[in-house]
Structure formats: structure tokens, C-alpha cells
């Protein structure tokens, strides 16, 4: 993968961009597709933002939402902008696997692709792009590759809300380690640019329904194992939990974070039985790679202190392989 600077004689001219990012996306994922494909708009190219899922409703008062597209949706729109395009930019993610329904058509594209992305072990197969797991969040490295190109002036209070949005929620709203000094000083731009991170806050923490509480509530009373021997929790929903609640996209976004403000717990884990697999969500603090973790058990990946994977067996053999592997290598 070359430098990102070396494909900046492509975007001289006026081009048809396709952008997308992971499935089930999140703050990041969104606020830096709609972040990059606002700056890019602005510097004269045709842009089509692609989600391969929809978005939780926790971002749709995001600008620049009605343009992006929904693969499970619209696919056929998808793949003709896909076909249409002269360059692919590729955001918050580092393998194709990580868009699900797009593996494929990624795989057989044959334009220039550009990768934005702070995740570990980037698969090979991007020309030109960023990979840089030391970042905060991908919305920083779009911040970082406007900067690049000399266009700070061109980040308006929309361009600053999105970008803000990835930073916020990758970051734990500025409370995980990787929020460097560097962080704080781009949001100090954000806001000397006019951003009003009070009602984004408000619009990603305070927007719950009510239903979505009371589902909180019955999960950290019903549903949450604590292993203090292995300073572990672990969180398992099974979809009539999840019907229970009428839990919707977004509805179980941050539970994973919970049992690690309990004293002592250093690991989190959040199994969830989805339509076509076992979906597995780990968060810890301090020293336990829950990256390489998850890519030994649970075919996934991620970064360093949040990472995913999933299994195909069922809900049942899922969590009971989960615990004995946690009695297996009794993390700390
Ligand atoms: P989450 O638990 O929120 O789904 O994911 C936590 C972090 O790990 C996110 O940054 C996400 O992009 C990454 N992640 C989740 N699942 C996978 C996976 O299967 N493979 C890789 N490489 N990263 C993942
Ligand atoms: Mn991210």
C-alpha cells in the first residue's frame, strides 16, 4: 500500500467517488464516511456514500444521511455506483470481510482504492491509504488527511460534526487511553470552527427510549455473569431477549462497556445471537489484547482493548465454548 499523499494526483481532477465502511456501522464508521464524503463534495467530486447496513437511529440527525445508500436496500443502486466509480475509498475497516454483503464486489473492483483506517493488521489489498492502529478513531485520520491535503479551512460545522461524532464515541467521550493530546487539540479546532459537541453528545447519549432503558435495566440485573476470579464479565442475549424488547439497530451499542465500571473487571464480554451467527463484542482495560483474542477464538479482530468476532455454532454452544475459554486462560 503506497502512501496516501501519492494518490492525491488522482483526486486533481473532478472524479466519481464510492465510499463505505463495516457493516452494522457505528459513530466512526459513519462520521468518517460522511465526514470525508463532505470534504470531498466540497472539492468538486461526485460522491456516493455506502452503508452495507442500516444505521442505528442513535445517527440518523447526522449531516449528510439522506445521501447514503444501504446495500441491504438497495443493491443494485450500490452496485452501479460501485461500477460507476473512478476511485474507492474504504473507511473503518481493514479486511473486505468486515462489509459483509460487499466482500465480494470489493474484491472484484478494479479501480484505485484508498484505505482510512486505524484497526490492526491491515489485509493487503488497498493502493493507497492510512493504516495507523496508534489513532484514536478513523474520523481523526480524516481530520489528519484534509490537514494533509493544506484544506483545514474547508471543515465546516458539518464536516466538524461528523468528524467529532467518531472521535467521541471511539474515544469513550475522551476517556480511553488513546486519547492523545493530539485528539483534544483537533476537537479545540473543531470548536474554534463552531462545532457544538454539547447537542452531539445529546443526540448520541440522551436520545433513548424509554424501552431501551427498561432493556438496559433487565440485562445488567438478568443477563450479566461476573467472573471475578478472572476479572471477567460476560453479557448473552439470545434473540428472545431481544425480542422481549423489540430491540432494534443500535439498541445494544455500549451494553459491552457496562460490566467494566464494575471494581476489578478488566475484561467484558457481550455474546449476541444474530439471524446467521453467534456475534461476539470485547472490551477490557488495561493489558489484555482483546484483538488477538478475538482473532484466536472468534475468527475476528479489532484493536488492542475492543474487538469483535462471532461464531456459527449455536447461541447455546457459543457461550459455554466462551466460558471454558476463559477458564482455560484465565485472563487478568
Ligand atoms: P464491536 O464490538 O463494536 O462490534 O467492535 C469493536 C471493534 O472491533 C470495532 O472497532 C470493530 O470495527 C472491530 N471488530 C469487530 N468485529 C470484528 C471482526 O470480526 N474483525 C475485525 N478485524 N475487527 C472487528
Ligand atoms: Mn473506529
Known sequence: MHP??????????PKKIFITTHHKPDGDAIGSMLGLCLYLVKKGHTVVPVSP???????MWMPGVPAILNYEAESKKCEKALAEADIIFCVDFNDY?????????????TQPKILIDHHLL?????????SIPEKSSTCEMVYDFINLYGDNSLID??????LYTGVMTDTGAFRFPITTAAVHEMIADLKHKGLDHSRIHEEIYDSWSLRRMQFLGYVLLEKMEVFPKYNAAVISLSRKDLKLFNVTTGDTEGLVNYPLSIAGIRFATLITERADEVKFSFRSKGDFDVSSFARQYFSGGGHFNASGGRSTASFIDAVTNFKEILSDIHPR
Open 157 to 162: 460545522t458539518d464536516i466538524a460534526a461528523c
Open 4 to 13: 496516501i499523499q501519492d494518490a492525491f494526483p488522482l483526486l486533481q481532477t
Open 97 to 109: 470481510s468486515r462489509t459483509k454483503h460487499l466482500t465480494q464486489q470489493l474484491t472484484a473492483a
Open 53 to 59: 447496513s442500516e444505521l442505528p437511529d442513535f445517527l
Open 122 to 130: 491491515p489485509a493487503q489489498v488497498w493502493d493507497y491509504g492510512m
